[in-house]
């Protein structure tokens, strides 16, 4: 049986399988990766917000309605405040009872949707009186082509202060390796010893017949022949405990390190209007 050191050596010619390093330079194409990844993201963001600031307002308005979601359209409403629980139930969607709205809250929902001059003419989809579904809808549309307005402002906001930007300015990339095997050989015996001696003795006297008598492991007799005889008998066991245990080892651990200091700054950008 191989002892443990001899294990451990075996198992250390095994260091080769755990690819160390194609482990480094799968961390070093991973982090390259991940900045060009990131790089690329940010680069077809700015192209999209140039692209979208290019367009006139009512042309981004038309063409971004019908991405507006409902949740947002949605949380519009429940911002203009002042309407009454009937009415926001049924415009949201959440009831089908019958509704209506006021001259002062038909006149609040049409001022919030009203759009900037640049986006053609507004549309004043509320009225008072009660509300149907044609109604409710055309209350919706009116709110996704606010909702597009405000987008389209935030966008050119965006592009007169600068797109924030993140970018790596420096950084490390590092690994270390430490291996590890163990081996172990173990072997054991017992033994013991004992010895037991027993002694066992009879006696007689008198001719012919007599009596006897046994006393613990002696038997004693008296009678007209008289003799004595005596035997023993031993027995020996032997015991002994030993054991031996081989064990040798090494150790191995792998360790990637990244790390990268960001940088961030404001990227100016063009476009018309702006």
């Known amino acids: 049986m191989a002892n443990g050191a001899t294990q451990a050596v075996e198992n250390a010619t095994r260091l080769s399988e755990i690819g160390f390093p194609e482990f480094t330079a799968q961390l070093i ?25 290019s367009q006139t307002l009512q042309d981004y308005i038309n063409n971004t309605v019908d991405d507006i979601p409902a949740d947002e359209v949605g949380a519009f409403l429940l911002g203009i405040g002042g309407l009454n629980d009937d009415a926001l139930n049924f ?23 009203a759009l900037a001059p640049a986006a053609g003419p507004s549309t004043a989809p509320a009225s008072t009186g009660s509300l149907s579904n044609t109604k409710k809808q055309n209350i919706a549309d009116a709110i996704a082509r606010r909702i597009a307005n405000n987008k389209y402002d935030l966008l050119q906001t965006m592009v007169r202060q600068g797109i924030l930007r993140l970018y790596v300015d420096n950084g490390i990339i590092e690994t270390r390796l430490t291996f590890t095997t163990y081996g172990q050989a173990v072997s054991s015996s017992s033994k013991s010893s004992r010895k037991q001696l027993q002694d066992n003795r009879a006696s007689g006297f008198g001719a012919g017949g007599g009596f006897g008598a046994i006393v613990g492991n002696t038997l004693a007799g008296f009678g ?7 035997s023993s008998s031993s027995l020996a066991v032997s015991t002994s405990q030993a054991s031996q245990r081989d064990v040798s080892g090494s150790r191995v651990q792998i360790f990637g390190r990244v790390k990268l200091n960001f940088k961030t700054d404001l990227l100016p950008l063009a476009g018309p209007g702006t």
Request: proline share 0%; no cysteine; aromatic share 8%.
């Open 91 to 113: 415009l949201l969607g959440d009831s089908t009872a019958a509704a209506s709205l006021s001259a002062t809250e038909a006149a609040a929902i049409n001022s919030a949707v």
């Open 29 to 53: 194409t991973d982090t390259f990766n991940a900045i060009t990844s990131s790089y690329l993201n940010q680069t077809s963001q700015f192209i999209a917000v140039v692209q979208a600031v």
């Open 224 to 230: 007209a022949a008289g003799g004595f005889a005596k």
